[in-house]
């Protein structure tokens, strides 16, 4: 960090330590670099939703805490109301839950490489970070988070199912093991989960210190809007719903959030749709010379390839954007030479496919 002026009133220790949340978008004409779906929704439902926008009352403060919106989810994953809550993104949920269990001297547990902006929530709680890392194909290492919740004994355990950046998956048989190794609150970051075969909230029924964290971004297209939720037990959402800001919700992401929990036909197709395009450039890069492509439960995938900061800038040189995970600053080993891809659209995938397939005949000859 850069040395900060004297003549500044002082700021928490804990922002000495991090750094501003950015992503870099260089100048491109296909982007595969964020795990958003690259199809807007229908042209109907914009126009439905817009309606219904034009129609409220923009000068009065949005519902608070978004009911009917509430209601949707809650029928939707069948629980009842009281075992929802609502943010302006995941991310929101992701610092409440961070700031309202974690305090200087106490402990979060977590896997590496994992999602970054969790090391930043939980840095500005003060907390002690434990990471556990994965395995050498990016699988979990259940035993030894097990092992290390019993050590530690941490405030929370963050699990990202399926992960980012590795697209890899902890099973129910994995998440129950860690739920019962300790007294902890569990928090399965479930992102991706549509585009997954594992499905966790049964576990719900079983567990109160399970809180399972989703997004309207991924799936449902609305990564532009801002809106995420939490299902887990009535009391800890109430604890965590103190450390969150109020009428984070506007009034446009509630109506669109609405809307899409009214039309789940929408959102199956397209998970339908990614999943297949994921397998075929799955077995399509995985065939290029020196390349691994590891299993994904994703809307993405992680390659490694045996001069990745070449292959990005060939990519990048063809208009295509992808995220070169390998590169940023105190980047595991592990992810060296790896770039993530986002799916795209078949066309966009097929001028992926063809830029790498050129581009290893060139390093071969």
Request: contains cysteine; proline residues 7%.
């Amino acid at each position: 960090m850069p040395k900060r002026d004297s003549s500044l009133p002082p700021f928490r220790r804990e922002i000495e330590r991090i750094a501003p949340y950015r992503v870099a978008t260089a100048p491109h004409l296909i982007k595969l670099n964020q795990n958003e779906s690259p199809i807007e929704l229908p042209a109907r439902l914009r126009r439905k939703i817009l309606t219904r926008l034009d129609r409220t009352d923009w000068s009065r403060y949005p519902d608070y805490p978004a009911e009917e919106l509430t209601r949707r989810i809650a029928r939707s994953n069948r629980v009842a109301m009281n075992r929802v809550l609502i943010g302006h993104g995941s991310n929101e949920l992701l610092y409440s839950l961070a700031l309202t269990t974690l305090e200087r001297r106490k402990t979060i547990v977590m896997p590496t490489p994992s999602y970054p902006v969790t090391a930043l929530a939980a840095t500005l709680a003060g907390a002690t970070i434990r990471t556990v890392p994965l395995l050498d194909d990016f699988s979990y290492d259940v035993g030894a988070l097990v092992r290390a919740v019993r050590e530690y004994e941490p405030r929370l355990v963050f699990l990202p199912s399926p992960n980012n950046p590795t697209g890899t998956s902890i099973d129910r048989i994995g998440v129950e093991r860690i739920l019962q190794a300790g007294r902890s609150l569990v928090v399965v970051d479930e992102a991706y989960f549509q585009y997954s075969r594992i499905r966790l909230s049964s576990l719900l029924r079983r567990h109160d210190n399970l809180v399972l964290l989703r997004t309207l971004s991924k799936a449902f297209r609305l990564a532009g809007l801002r809106i995420g939720y939490i299902l887990g037990h009535s009391e800890v959402l109430s604890l965590v719903e103190r450390g969150k800001p109020p009428h984070s919700i506007d009034i446009f992401s509630q109506i669109a959030g609405e809307e899409l929990f009214d039309h789940p036909g929408i959102i199956d197709r397209e998970v339908e749709r990614t999943v297949r395009e994921r397998e075929r450039l799955r077995i399509r890069i995985d065939s290029l010379p020196g390349v691994r492509v590891f299993p994904s439960d994703a809307n993405f995938l992680l390659a490694r390839f045996p001069d990745g900061r070449r292959v990005y800038e060939a990519l990048l040189s063809a208009g295509i954007l992808v995220r070169p995970v390998g590169q940023a600053p105190g980047t595991p080993r592990s992810l060296r030479n790896c770039l993530r891809i986002t799916i795209g659209k078949r066309s966009e995938n097929r001028a992926l496919l063809h830029v790498l397939a050129d581009y290893m005949m060139e390093r071969r000859n």
